[in-house]
């Protein structure tokens, strides 16, 4: 069964950058859609990147358009999300998801099956 762990959260101050990485372990990537996402305390979960199987297609939410960027590596079953010029909106938990997708890089949760448990991402001075 897939597998998903989730790192690289932390504190970090308005206008830094961090890198999530999302390891795989169970099953091969190739043929799953990778999707980021992120609940703050009361709020709704949210679609940050989604990436397709093949690492050709992204999509991002508006808010973080500019800001950050997903990318995969097969090979090596891990995905990634730069997060650069980071605001204390961005302050959530974090977590990567895989699923079989008709749509390439859909960030809708309920596509996705397949879910780590989070990694928390702290916005503040």
């Known amino acids: 069964q897939l597998q998903l762990v989730e790192s690289g959260g932390g504190l970090v101050q308005p206008g830094g950058s961090l890198r999530l990485s999302c390891a795989a372990s169970?099953?091969?990537?190739?043929?799953?859609?990778i999707g980021w996402f992120r609940q703050a305390p009361g709020k709704e979960r949210e679609g940050v990147s989604c990436?397709?199987?093949?690492?050709?297609?992204?999509n991002y939410a508006d808010s973080v358009k500019g800001r950050f960027t997903i990318s995969r590596d097969n090979d090596k079953k891990m995905v990634y999300l730069q997060m650069n010029s980071l605001k204390p909106e961005d302050t959530a938990l974090y977590y990567c998801?895989?699923?079989?997708?008709?749509?390439?890089?859909?960030?809708?949760?309920?596509?996705?099956?397949?879910w780590g448990q989070g990694t928390q991402v702290t916005v503040s001075s």
């Open positions: 990436i397709s199987s093949s690492g050709v297609v992204t």
């Open positions: 998801a895989a699923g079989f997708l008709t749509i390439q890089a859909m960030c809708a949760d309920y596509e996705y099956d397949h």
């Open positions: 169970g099953s091969t990537l190739d043929y799953y859609e």
